[in-house]
């Protein structure tokens, strides 16, 4: 039983680990992750696709050109096509993520291309890289957009320069141009933005960005006025040539002072000034504020026109902005308002140091006779202005006011009108005298005078006076003949009367010294008369006493009673 037999030994096979995918597929999995990485980095880079429309697509190419800002790329262009009206050009641009808070509806986009802009030559570095478009973006808050359309020329600020925009009112625009520099005391302080016309296109408003901090020193009361181009003029000292600088004279340009105490707060954004032909305009209307004034001439104001002058004493305070008829039915007449406007502190400048309000001392001087007159500067223009004189001696009148607007009595008297005025009077009465009246009464007064000298009585007078110019001459003759022994005696008798003169002095001289003030028989004299004049009067007092007692004689003189 011990020889069991034993089961055989079943061999075990080996079991060995085998790998699922092979070596060769590693390759094209990483490729797969880096492709799928790229894809994904590039779509988280991505920002919005915009559309903007050009007038024209000159310089750019899609695929190629680019969007930047400050040089930064912002996105690539991608097509461009031709509006369905043909009137642009749209370019269709993929942008940046970085690009999408920057696109509002305050950016600004342009194809940057080499050109002369503002007087700058800008753009030079697309000559080697290529036009590409150009964005600026703003720190202000906007609503997202993604449709726009591109400007023409580059903005003339970037979004960032810091500074304040007024508005300028001009008549006239000038030689003054997008990107014209604006100067303060000769540093260039800032640049005109744009322009826009006014109501009923009566002016144009100039927008001037002036940069911090020159801003700061733009007051209510400041002057702007126009430095284009070239001022000469002759002074007693020569030939004075001025302009503000080369760059304005090609472009043209605006400056502005204030005056060094200013009166008012620092202009706010927008403040409106009116702008000046020119700096000595600006000075001589002076800083301040301004009044509206009115006069109503009841003649003719022939030759004065809207911003005509206004003086005071020959110097300029205002111009003239409006003047037109008007009829008024209570008097039944027709008067021309003269509307103009007054620099106040040229005019009642001793108000600002007295308090008083403006107009109470234009109605001051105003009682004291102050009176507008029309005046022609220049008899050969013909071209008037408005004078404010002191007329003493016109009718007291009083200033009237029409809610802003100071109205001024009116004076037709002032200047060459009345000379011309005169002038008309003096024809007046010289076409008043009557001319034939006088030839006639000239020419009768004629004939008697000929009458008189070709008359037989003239002619007997002149032969009579022929005859006495004979005898005349006939005794002269004999006088000369006569006289001649008497005039060889004339130096003996000279000589005699000499004598004789001084003979008296002599016997003047005695009887002085005999009988004159300091000699011993005047002085007795003296002595003399008031002893005469004594008994003179002892003399009337005994007559006297007679006439009233004559038995005094006899009985004497008794001192009883009053004699």
Known sequence: MTDQIQPAKVPTAGVHSRRRIPLVWIVPILTGLIAAWLAWDTFSKRGPTITIAFETAAGLT?????????????????????????????????????????????????????????????????????????????TEKGKPQRSFVGNHDPPVLQASAKGTTFKLATKRLGSISLGSPIFFRDLEAG???????????????????????????????????????LQVKLTASGLDVQFESLRALLLGGIAFDTPTHPKSPV??????????ASMEVAKSAGFGRQLQMVSNFEGSVAGLAVGADVTLYGLKIGEVTDVRLVYEPKKDRIVAPVHYRVEADRVIGISATQG?????????????????TLQAPSLITGQKIVALEMMPDAPPADLGRDGDVYIVPAYEVGGFDSITRSANELLSKINRIDFDRIGRSIS???????????????????????????????????????????????????AQFQDAITKANRLIGSVDQGYGGSSKFHRDLDRLIPQLTDTARSIRALADLLSRHPEALIKGRTNTGKE
Do not use: C
Not at 267 to 276: E, G, I, K, Q
């Open 62 to 138: 899609a695929g190629q050109s680019q969007l930047k800002y400050r040089n930064v790329v912002m996105g690539t262009v991608k097509t461009i096509a031709v509006a369905p009206d043909l009137s642009r050009v749209l370019v269709t641009v993929e942008t940046v993520r970085e690009a999408e808070e920057l696109l509002t509806d305050k950016t600004i986009f342009w194809v940057v291309k080499p050109q002369l802009f503002a007087g700058n030559v800008t753009g030079l570095d697309t000559l080697l890289s290529g036009s590409y478009i150009g964005m600026r973006p703003t």
């Open 191 to 229: 640049t005109v933005l744009g322009w826009d016309v006014g109501d009923l296109a009566s002016d144009v408003v100039i927008h001037a960005f002036v940069r911090d901090p020159y801003d700061k020193y733009v007051h209510e009361d400041s002057s702007f006025w126009n430095a284009s181009g």
């Open 267 to 276: 202009a706010a954004s927008h403040y409106r000034f009116p702008l000046y």
């Open 356 to 372: 008083m309000p403006p107009g109470v001392l234009a109605e001051e001087m105003v009682k004291r006779g102050l009176r507008a």
């Open 444 to 494: 009768g007064a004629a004939q008697g005078l000929d009458d008189t000298i070709n008359g037989p009585q003239l002619k007997k007078t002149l032969a009579a006076l022929e005859a006495a110019m004979i005898d005349v001459q006939d005794i002269a003759r004999k006088l000369d003949k006569d006289a001649s022994p008497a005039l060889k005696r004339l130096p003996e008798i000279a």
